[in-house]
């Protein structure tokens, strides 16, 4: 069981019930999640003692953000209290050709205006293994984006093990900050997950061109930008998940990984989706929980993709699968039979 | 923004949830609507100044179905007040292999029984561009088809353009019935929305056989039997959605149109049914607003087809999406991937 | 109009809603249900006199099962009172490749312990015509087993047609225990429905090998282990579902039968579920229905299956379809369209 | 266990959950009932063997009525088919000084609409002790009135004791005809339940009038009125409800009783108001379940209003108490301790 | 039917369903309200002419905001698009001794930041009879004190009558800010609400003090403290709501007026509480609909404190009742008894 | 920050909504509770460092059960894995003079079944400052009862303040049982809360009678049986709550201590009840807190009697509120206004 610590922002999510959208809605669902937390929930569930670095308001607001994560074990110590307010999202889930439709409203919010002094890295990583975070905490404020770097450097004196998540969102930053701003924190990385699109708008490196179609030029696209990344970052590893969007309703999903020697792309899932949201955390979670266990790239990334596609058919933020689950999807059934 | 005059029914919509057959349900979920209530809340939706023509029972369930529309943006003040009862629809959708199931309890509705001085139509037609109606209001009663005529001789002579959906209901009214009333009110249409069944029914034309199957069946079908009705009524243009329906659940849907000089097939969507009542008025909605735009015929189509695909995943009667949300899948992007 | 018995337990059955695992529940569907017990409303549906024998507890969860089944127009007279407890079983209904999760809590229930006094079998199997009983009843308990014997013994002298559904439950009893007991109670057997796995499993039998794959070697496996069960066992038909998994959403459905005779493979049907529970049950109650009305073995599988492939679209354990819809699908409209 | 019968309408309930308004429901809560239905519940949960007389539409939502009857153990086999629709009524339940509103939609229902061939009065009274019905099946149209007479004139030839309770409703029919109607029936009527305006507007008599106030009132002016029908109609007995409306919230309850020779007043309830509705109906019951029994006049009538003063704390139209709650209540523990 | 103008903020409200706390809560009921919003349904319900002036965020969010208005039938012309995000309160309901909870989370909205270019007051207020609005406008940026001022000053140079709810918000602004803002903004008000605490925190008078009680008490300081107000900002008349509030579940209810010459005390109702949120909104608009419509302030004050009565029983901010339901109350009738 | 210790068993509760019978429910609220894991949320609640120590089943109900105590911040690593079942108890909430109706299915839990080396007592109470149990726990099996006496045992030599709540269950065991068992274990109490009826039913100890009536009565009995029990068994203070159940809707609530000198009984609440389940527990953990807080007799009394006040009035069995809200009624704020 090792110590994992993650830090960013929690939000209560506020999504449609049935396929309404929002001008039809009586009722919201009421979720409390975001990236880090999300990717918190995931390892413990897997068995870590793992926390959750951020702060919230001093009401029953931020209570229940902070309850929500300790039902499901995460270790909330280090969530500092004060501040504005909670930032929230609304979500609309969307169906067949209409997609999700997300509506933020997550300015002042508590962990965006959180400043130093909330935070005690030193007691917070110390005897850590691994700190995860993504490319979403230092995007919500520059002060957000401080704290992110302060923690970084915490963390890497103490020797942990430090995972990034790209996660770039550009209803958040524009690419010129987000790539200055991401390009310094790239010092501090061990592992990292992002897309291509990531890397060309974070880390502003160029996609190879290719006249390959289908998975055979991701594969051909992947093979070079990790290495593009590698050479330039001095990573352990980076990894992606590749997602085939049919529509908001089905998906394929898989993954890939590079660490510098080998590049391995994943067994593919196809997925009627129930909640997508959390998806790409959920892959981080997975693959933090195989390298941490001291599995090969291969067995962590099948592990992570099956694992996050488990999330797609649970509603809510968070994925909430036991270990054995994933290992019985890695085991190659997917056929959904029940057993009685 | 154009003035755009419908007229019908609008009925209660009484539906079990989650799939329940009626035998099991302990609640139905209530929807206002009605084939050209439905037009109407989709062109209000596309920012144009709708008005609905109807008559609800002066008691609040007959409030409760003017208040449905208004929230939406179309315009009441022609809604007369009186009569007996708001009619009733018993919904039990539909789900793989098991076909929804439709129940009507509409007789003797306050809009069946409705009389000439509810309404007063050179006040109604003031100023309108566009009248649209459907076949279900002449044949939910002799009154109503008294009034429909009326209404369109008023319309007619104000000049507004109109539009008739054919939407043949056998459980309403006989074939001959309908062929006799409806190949009278022919005479004032200029744009007909109507399936080769309808023609067949409503209109008593043959549709021409042939040895092609699929697409190129019914593209070759569409074209002689549209001929026929340009030949017949004189119209400005004819237009058909067609639906392959593998099941309850899944669907394709696109459309034809010919205006006399092209006959144009839409793009094929493949839809997941959230909710499939009402595909057809929004489908007849975004080819009103089309045309009163100045859209050509192509364009005005794939607007009314995307703008319908939509409206399937959406619960209710009515099509509640922006124009933009209609534009970007017209655009191309059916994926359903999530923008943040 | 024919007398039905069946003999079994009911259960409460608690399921979490809109996909959410247990943990996540504040709330939980309730029905109830139970092999026979769904064979029972099923056969009731279709127009059949029909009765059930169990024990429940004297309490209200007790009365709240019985009054299920009388809803659905099963005669109750037969349900002794008494004992400790209903049996419950929990149900995480699956999505996509998550399969549904059940967690058994029957131990000790009324039926469990339900003793020889508390039914007069000469009574019940009084003018009746047919007992269907499944493997699941004999597994519950010795005494249920001890019972189930009885009941077997009364219906056969009084010259009433047998069928036994095989329903191995591993988490109920062992292949040996299994094996001992269900091969002395299929003396008493006419109809037996069983996949190849009953037979292996339950009555010991060894499954032939082969090269083919597909439908195609379902079927010669099928007729091969038919056949040893007709040897061994002296049946007027022995029948099975097939069940292509594809996900916990997507699945196909067909069934194979055999008379000694002839070997006939149903019609094949593509399902999306909404609740799968009690297909299997469903479908001994629709070839249980085409039988007993003197239909051939053909047309008995393919009401059978038809009726079975419906009760998939249902929510709950029991089949509320009608004699007419399900005769609908039997002629080829798989569609979904609406009627109106 | 007496066999008893009633006759009359049953309807869909549709009310609004949550003390919503009608225009704010997005949903209603589903219940079947009518006042003689809800009679028949009552006494079927006493334990009797009761039959209900009506005719619903052969549609679903006729099934779904008569399936919401058999539920409770309510013998339906002279429930007829056919006919137009089952009558409707919205309910919004009232709180504190809003009075719950009713909204009726239930002409041209298939019982007001019934005819003298829907039914066998000669088989239904075969073997029957008792013969209940109200005021309101007479008032929904001509034809029912015509019928009541007709199975009043059956039950009489076969000695069957009858009770009427008056419920008169001003929104089905006038006074004048109401009387007229009425007082005919009365010439069959054995035990009669109505108020001191029923008697005045229904009868025709003239209450006393007196200086007196509150129940001290009341008893003098039931027993004026009991007297004057008594003289009249020559009944065995005449009892009233008593409702003292605070608000829509709380009611006080009790009633009094008169057989020609003694006259009684119960025990009076005050009650915190779950669903007023069938709260009469819910005391005719208990009324004739004492009287059937061979109970005294005090006996059946403390039994009657204990058993209608619980159904105030019942959700829907039926009363789903037992006979031991309700003598348990009669002890004199009214404090809602729970037992455990 | 006159022109009634009204602005202030809309903000989305968020409660807990069934008496839940914050913590246990699963989904949120949804309703849009504020205090002049509030106003401006209910004087639209009785029939005028109302508009609402605010500006929400150019989202969904905002545009169901605007749309729960236009659904009740307030004109939403005047409501500008723009800003960062729509107010939030969030609500836990109270029973008995727990009072409810309101959490709010309303500053940077889009209202709390408008500017003077968002509204031409000249259009606004052209034609227009009353302008109302509420000291909580005011207090949520010093930019919509800004505006309220402005639109005070338009209004006054149109003749326009403005009354003016003070609602002091201590969570808001200081006494010392209120106290300036609002003294300056009283040279504008004709009619004035207000409580004596109002009266001594906003405008910093000082309440007599008395060695009566109860009812005589308030009579006795609010004679006084409203003539105090008349002497110094020359009112036309002023009306304060006087709740007994006995728990969160239990209050009565009554108002006072005062117009220089009389004062009148109403009628007092005890009320069960289902919503009390909005019920001084529900008072005002009774006020000014009873005074617009040249009543005297004593039918005036009846009118209010039975409308704000009747508010209480309805879930939600906003008060749905009929002038109708209103006169039932004020002519007697607190019964609650169902008409039928 | 006291370390507290509790045990016991945890069960699901299952509740029908809206004031359901149990045979109307189609659904169940799913809540997790028991007298000691009640105490033990609200200790947690409170701020004290709480541990509860029981047995689940290891599957996803015992999962779920845990889950619910650690959301709310209860420790839960010594709660043991294994056994057959988690109890479960079937609550109908009543209303008005309809009491609560409890089912109770918790033979055979994997608590009633716990063995010796389920726990490691040492370990749970090292540090311990209380430890808490109610009779509930030694009447569940004589397995529990031994464990009992093991705990306290353990609890006594570490020299742990030992609190019992009698809670007699006349389901559980016979008055004989109770009284052997119970008047052992009463060796090991400091502080106890039981009500008359458990002195003279588990004590054996005969309560004094009086001519006084009401709380001078009440007062007159618990002086005198408190004395009895003081004498006996040597305790440090007594404590019981006084329920006046004026319906299944109303009570009052107050509550009496003696600690040898004095005798005190607590301000009384008058109650709108919305879960009157937990109450009990509630209050003893109320005065456990203050106690443990070294507060006197009179305020801990004082803290108890309002938390527990306030947890009638929110759903499910454990108590939600804040110290500050407990004060805050304390201090006298029993109106249930609104803080804005």
Same mark, same amino acid.
């Given at each position: 069981m090792a110590k994992i610590v993650t830090m960013g922002e929690i939000m209560l999510r506020l999504s449609t019930p049935g396929y309404q959208r929002f001008i039809q809605a009586d009722s919201f669902d009421v979720n409390y999640g975001g990236g880090e937390a999300n990717v918190a929930v995931s390892l413990a569930n897997f068995g870590h003692?793992?926390?959750?670095?951020?702060? $919230?308001?001093?009401?029953?607001?931020?209570?229940?953000?902070?309850?929500?994560?300790?039902?499901?074990? $995460?270790?909330?110590?280090?969530?500092?209290?004060?501040?504005e307010r909670l930032g929230?999202?609304?979500?609309?889930?969307?169906?067949?050709?209409?997609?999700?439709?997300?509506?933020?409203?997550?300015?002042?919010?508590?962990?965006?205006?959180?400043?130093?002094?909330?935070?005690?890295?030193?007691t917070?990583?110390?005897?850590?293994?691994?700190?995860?975070?993504?490319?979403?905490?230092?995007?919500?404020?520059?002060g957000a984006a401080y704290l992110t770097e302060l923690a970084l450097k915490a963390a890497k004196e103490k020797g942990v093990t430090i995972s990034m998540d790209f996660n770039y969102r550009k209803k958040l930053w524009s690419y010129e900050k987000a790539n200055k701003?991401?390009?310094?924190?790239?010092?501090?990385?061990?592992?990292?997950?992002?897309?291509?699109?990531?890397?060309?708008?974070?880390?502003?490196?160029?996609?190879?061109?290719?006249?390959?179609?289908g998975i055979e030029a991701e594969d051909y696209i992947y093979r070079d930008i990790f290495q593009q990344m590698m050479?330039?970052? /001095?990573?352990?590893?980076?990894?992606?998940?590749l997602r085939e969007s049919y529509s908001a309703s089905d998906n394929s999903w898989s993954a890939c990984i590079y660490d510098g020697k080998e590049f391995y792309h994943s067994r593919?899932?196809?997925?009627?989706?129930?909640?997508?949201? /959390?998806?790409?955390?959920?892959?981080?979670?997975?693959?933090?929980?195989?390298?941490?266990e001291g599995k090969d790239?291969?067995?962590?990334?099948?592990?992570?993709?099956?694992?996050?596609?488990l999330k797609h058919t649970i509603p809510g933020d968070v994925n909430l699968v036991t270990r054995r689950e994933v290992e019985n999807l890695m085991g190659g059934d997917a056929s959904g039979r029940v057993q009685r």
């Open positions: 003692s793992t926390y959750f670095v951020s702060k $919230v308001p001093e009401n029953p607001i931020g209570e229940s953000a902070v309850t929500a994560l300790r039902k499901y074990n $995460v270790n909330c110590d280090f969530i500092a209290r004060g501040g929230i999202y609304y979500l609309e889930p969307g169906a067949s050709m209409r997609a999700s439709n997300v509506v933020y409203d997550r300015a002042h919010s508590s962990m965006a205006e959180a400043k130093e002094e909330d935070f005690d890295f030193d917070v990583f110390e005897g850590a293994d691994w700190f995860h975070l993504s490319g979403i905490t230092p995007a919500i404020s520059d701003v991401m390009t310094n924190l790239m010092q501090y990385v061990d592992v990292c997950i992002g897309s291509k699109e990531d890397a060309k708008y974070i880390l502003g490196l160029t996609p190879v061109t290719t006249e390959k179609t050479d330039r970052f /001095g990573l352990k590893c980076i990894a992606s998940t593919k899932y196809e997925m009627r989706i129930v909640d997508r949201v /959390g998806g790409g955390d959920s892959f981080a979670a997975g693959l933090i929980c195989g390298l941490i790239i291969r067995e962590s990334l099948e592990f992570a993709v099956a694992a996050s596609a």
